[in-house]
Nanobody, 115 residues
Framework: QVQLVESGGGLVQAGGSLRLSCAAS????????MAWYRQAPGKQRELVAG???????NYADSVEGRFTISRDNAENTVYLEMNSLKPEDTAVYYC?????????WGQGTQVTVSS
């Protein structure tokens, strides 16, 4: 069982920055893949960015070049640095961990970008 706790969401103006954190209840070096998803009202949950335990990252086209995912194995934490935020980035952001054969979700943190 993996428990994930997100933090760092909030209200920011367009063009601003936020950093989200996802703290895991066990060593993330044992987790194959960790990712951030988001879900806006009336829309499906979508992958924003992910990172393997080897450090390889992937991003949605909509955030490429603006968001950076990173992991700190010593702190058992994954981060999402979000820059040049746009109103369309407004959503609840969820942390996800894939530790075979299961997947785990955090409770989500709200990010609101005002125009």
């Amino acid at each position: 069982q993996v428990q994930l706790v997100e933090s760092g969401g909030g209200l920011v103006q367009a063009g601003g920055s936020l950093r989200l954190s996802c703290a895991a209840s066990l060593s993330i070096s044992t987790i194959n893949y960790m990712a951030w998803y988001r879900q806006a009202p009336g829309k499906q949950r979508e992958l924003v960015a992910g990172i393997t335990n080897g450090g390889t990252a992937n991003y949605a086209d909509s955030v490429e070049g603006r968001f950076t995912i990173s992991r700190d194995n010593a702190e058992n934490t994954v981060y999402l640095e979000m820059n040049s935020l746009k109103p369309e980035d407004t959503a609840v952001y969820y942390c996800n961990a894939r530790k075979w054969p299961s997947a785990y979700w955090g409770q989500g943190t709200q990010v609101t970008v005002s125009s």
